[in-house]
C-alpha cells in the first residue's frame, strides 16, 4: 500500500445452535425443506407476540465473558426497520443504544507479531430468510432462516491488513466452536462477515471515507475483498476522485467488488424500542454462573500445553485450534505417558487424516486407547515409525485393534541380530562398487545401505539394528 494506510472494522453475524429460533418455538435447524420450519410469528404475521429464548441469552453471555466484554443487568430490543422480500415483517427485532454487552478483546497472532482488537459491542437479533437469485432472473425466498438467534460481534475499526482481518475471523470462528455456540460455517451462512474499510495517507489524522462490502462466503473471501477494496480505493485517491460512501457486493467468480446502494445509517433504519417484548434482565448471579461454568478458553489452553507438556508455542497453537482435537491430544498424551509423541501424532497423522477425510474429530474412527497402544507397539521396537503409520491406516480401514493387525497381517518389526546380519551381507555383496565408494569415503552411501537392507525386509528390520549391523560391516 506505500504511503497509504488502511483502517479496518468487521461485523460477524453468528448463528446461535439453540433447539428452537429466536422469538417462536420452530425448530433451529439448517437444511430442511424451504418454508417447512415456520410459524405465524417467525412470518410476521398481524397479531403475533415473540418471546425471548433463555437459551439465545446463555449462549451470547457465554461469547460476551469469553472475550473480556461486560454483560449488562439491563438491555432492551428494537425494530430494525427496512424493507426487503426477505424480512416478512418489515422490520428485523434487534438491538440499538442499549446492546447486550460492550468491550472485550480478541488476541491475535499476525506475522509473528500479536495485536489487541478491541470489541465495540456483541448485540442480539434475529436472523431474516434468505433470497436465491434464479438464473432467470427472478428471486426466490426461503423463510425457514427467518428468527434464527444472531449475535453480532462488532469490532472497533483496529486491523490495517486484510491479513489481520482473516486473523480476527479465525478467532472468531475458533472461539464460537470453542464454546459450542455457533459451528462457524460460512458456507452454510451460521457465521457471516461485513467489513467497512477506508484508507488514508500515512500519518494524516483524518481517516478516509469508508465503504462496506458484504456477501463474502469464506474467511479468504473476506481477506480477497478486502485486498481488492483497499486498492480500489488508493487508485481513486491517486487519480483525483473521491470515495462514495456506499455498500458492495463481493463477486467470488469475478473476484471485484460491485457497488449495490449508498450506504445506510442509523437514522435510515428508524430505530425504535420493540413494544412487544420486555427488557432484558441479567442477574448478576447468573452472570457468575455462566463464568464459573465456562470451559478453557483456547488461549489458556494453549499456554497451559507449553507449560505443562513442555510443547513448542506453535505446535501447542495447532493441537488448540480445536477443542475437539485439544481433547483428544490431551487423553492421548495422558493414555501414553508420552506428551511430546502424543502432539506429533495427532499434529500430524491424526490432522492429516481428518483433513483427506473432511471430517472433524468427533468422527475420527481410531480410540485414544488403540492409538496410546499403536504408540507403544513403536516404543518396545515391534514396530518401525512408518510400519506404524500403515497400520494407522488399516486401523482406519477395518476398525480393528493395532495388535490384531500386526499379528494377523505381518507388520511386526525384527530386532534378530543374526538374522538382519544375513541380508546386510547379502546387500554389502550386492553393490561392491557402492562399498569402494564409501570406503573411499563417500559416507552419505550409507543411508543407502540401510534402505537397500529395509527393503530386502519389506521394512520389518530393526533400523536400529539394521544400522549398527552395517556400520560394524563396513569398518
Not at 453468528?14 to 433451529?28: D, G, R, V, Y
Not at 467497512?196 to 456477501?215: C, D, L, M, P, Y
Not at 450506504?263 to 455462566?290: C, N
Not at 518396545?380 to 477395518?398: N, P, Y
Amino acid at each position: 500500500m506505500g504511503e497509504y494506510e488502511a483502517v479496518i472494522g468487521l461485523e460477524v453475524h453468528a448463528q446461535l445452535m439453540t433447539e428452537t429460533k429466536a422469538f417462536c418455538t420452530c425448530p433451529n435447524r439448517y437444511g430442511a425443506p424451504p418454508n417447512t420450519l415456520v410459524c405465524p410469528v417467525c412470518l410476521g404475521m398481524p397479531g403475533i407476540l415473540p418471546v425471548l429464548n433463555r437459551a439465545m441469552l446463555e449462549q451470547a453471555m457465554k461469547l460476551a465473558l469469553a472475550v473480556g466484554a461486560t454483560v449488562h443487568p439491563r438491555s432492551k430490543f428494537d425494530r430494525k426497520n427496512y424493507f426487503y422480500p426477505d424480512l416478512p415483517k418489515g422490520y428485523q427485532i434487534s438491538q440499538y443504544d442499549e446492546p447486550f454487552s460492550t468491550g472485550g478483546s480478541i488476541e491475535l497472532k499476525v506475522d509473528g507479531h500479536r495485536k489487541s482488537i478491541r470489541i465495540r459491542r456483541i448485540h442480539l437479533e434475529e436472523d431474516a430468510g434468505k433470497s436465491m437469485h434464479q438464473a432467470d432472473g427472478s428471486t426466490i425466498v426461503d423463510m425457514n432462516r427467518c428468527g434464527v438467534p444472531l449475535v453480532e460481534i462488532v469490532s472497533e475499526p483496529d486491523m490495517s491488513t486484510p491479513a489481520e482481518a482473516r486473523a480476527y475471523l479465525n478467532e472468531i470462528r475458533r472461539l464460537v466452536r470453542w464454546l459450542d455456540v455457533c459451528d462457524g460455517n460460512m458456507e452454510e451462512g451460521s457465521l457471516r462477515c461485513d467489513a467497512n474499510v477506508s484508507v488514508h495517507r500515512k500519518g494524516s489524522e483524518a481517516f478516509g471515507i469508508a465503504t462496506e462490502v458484504k456477501n463474502m462466503n469464506s474467511i479468504r473471501g473476506v481477506e480477497r475483498a478486502l485486498a481488492y477494496e483497499i486498492e480500489r480505493q488508493i487508485g481513486v485517491v491517486e487519480g483525483g476522485g473521491t470515495i462514495t460512501r456506499q455498500t458492495l457486493l463481493w463477486d467470488e467468480t469475478e473476484e471485484i467488488a460491485r457497488p449495490m446502494r449508498r450506504k445506510e445509517s442509523s437514522d435510515d433504519y428508524r430505530y425504535f424500542p420493540e413494544p412487544d417484548l420486555v427488557e432484558v434482565v441479567v442477574p448478576s448471579e447468573w452472570a457468575e454462573r455462566i463464568s464459573r461454568d465456562l470451559v478453557e478458553l483456547p488461549r489458556a489452553r494453549c499456554m497451559r500445553f507449553c507449560q505443562e507438556y513442555g510443547l513448542a508455542e506453535a505446535t501447542a497453537e495447532v493441537l488448540a485450534g480445536e477443542r475437539g482435537v485439544a481433547d483428544y491430544f490431551e487423553a492421548l498424551a495422558k493414555e501414553s505417558g508420552d506428551p511430546r509423541r502424543a502432539a506429533n501424532w495427532v499434529q500430524g497423522d491424526v490432522l492429516r487424516i481428518l483433513k483427506e477425510r473432511n471430517c472433524d474429530i468427533a468422527s475420527f474412527p481410531v480410540s485414544v486407547s488403540d492409538l496410546a497402544g499403536l504408540m507403544n507397539e513403536v516404543e518396545t521396537a515391534r514396530l518401525s515409525l512408518s510400519g506404524a503409520k500403515k497400520v494407522l491406516d488399516r486401523m482406519i480401514e477395518t476398525g480393528r485393534s493395532p495388535e490384531s493387525i500386526i499379528e494377523q497381517e505381518g507388520f511386526a518389526q525384527t530386532s534378530d541380530a543374526r538374522e538382519i546380519e544375513e541380508v546386510a551381507r547379502e546387500i554389502l555383496a550386492k553393490f561392491p562398487s557402492e562399498v569402494i565408494k564409501y570406503k573411499s569415503g563417500k559416507k552419505n552411501l550409507f543411508g543407502f545401505f540401510v534402505g537397500e537392507t529395509m527393503k530386502a525386509t519389506k521394512g520389518q528390520a530393526n533400523p536400529k539394528v539394521a544400522s549398527e549391523i552395517l556400520q560394524r560391516l563396513l569398518s
